[in-house]
């Protein structure tokens, strides 16, 4: 096993937080919790590319509709179908119109506990209900309803990978080893070296 902090999870800018002109704000907020830079892409993905990366993952299909249909539920709605399968095939369809719709801006960040601290940082999937002080929650207005009336993806300005595994499967998918660059930062001794003891002359 890595130690926790070459732990490395995939970031995407998607095409409404580039419209927004959020990029340096959201590479800020990940740059300022400790995370490094280890690849970096601009791109307008393919429809193919986009299906792939969220299929990676054979549960994803199964989950996303589960968490659908909970929302609704939740609210005291119906979703427009019970099947999982079903919800999700509708709302893959809409994602991939809305993550070709223009550039996007991939990267990986790498340290202790990406994954799970990036995806605190991201927030909830729906900014309508996701926290304030997340990404998802301070920039963007959406809501599982309003995608739905207009027969559209929720538009949450980025995705982060969801689990370790989903990380390692979405990285080898954008970027090839080449792309990734292993350096240190000054500031990573302040992070994780065991004894702070290169500070004082
Ligand atoms: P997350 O991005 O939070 O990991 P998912 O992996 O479940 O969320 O879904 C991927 C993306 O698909 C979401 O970020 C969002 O843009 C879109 N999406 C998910 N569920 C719905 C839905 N019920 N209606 C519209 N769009 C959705
Ligand atoms: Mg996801």
């Known amino acids: 096993m890595h130690h926790p902090k070459k732990e490395r999870t995939l970031v995407i800018v998607k095409p409404d937080g580039?419209?927004?002109?959020?990029?340096?704000?959201?590479?800020?907020?990940?740059?300022?919790t400790g995370f490094k830079l280890v690849g970096i892409k601009m791109t307008v993905p393919t429809e193919a590319h986009i299906e792939k990366h969220y299929t990676l993952n054979p549960e994803w299909s199964r989950i996303t509709g589960?968490?659908?249909?909970?929302?609704?539920?939740?609210?005291?709605?119906?979703?427009?179908s019970e099947d999982p399968l079903e919800v999700t095939k509708v709302v893959l369809n809409n994602l991939k119109k809305y993550m070709t719709s223009g550039p996007i801006v991939v990267m990986v960040w790498e340290g202790a506990?990406?994954?799970?601290?990036?995806?605190?940082?991201?927030?909830?999937?729906?900014?309508?209900?996701?926290?304030?002080?997340?990404?998802?929650?301070d920039f963007v207005l959406d809501s599982y309803t309003m995608a739905d009336t207009?027969?559209?993806?929720?538009?949450?300005?980025?995705?982060?990978?969801?689990?370790?595994?989903?990380?390692?499967?979405?990285?080898?998918?954008?970027?090839?080893?080449?792309?990734?660059?292993?350096?240190?930062?000054?500031q990573d001794s302040i992070l994780y070296d065991v004894n702070m003891d290169g500070i004082l002359e």
């Not at 589960?66 to 427009?80: D, L, M, N, R």
């Not at 949450?156 to 990978?161: D, E, F």
């Open 113 to 137: 506990h990406a994954v799970d601290v990036v995806r605190k940082i991201t927030g909830g999937t729906e900014p309508r209900t996701s926290d304030v002080g997340t990404i998802r929650g």
């Open 18 to 32: 580039v419209q927004r002109t959020l990029i340096g704000e959201i590479l800020k907020r990940f740059e300022r």
């Open 150 to 186: 207009d027969k559209r993806a929720v538009r949450n300005l980025i995705h982060s990978s969801g689990n370790i595994k989903e990380a390692e499967m979405e990285i080898e998918h954008w970027f090839n080893k080449k792309e990734l660059v292993d350096y240190r930062l000054i």
């Open 66 to 80: 589960e968490k659908t249909i909970a929302s609704y539920v939740k609210k005291g709605e119906k979703p427009w």
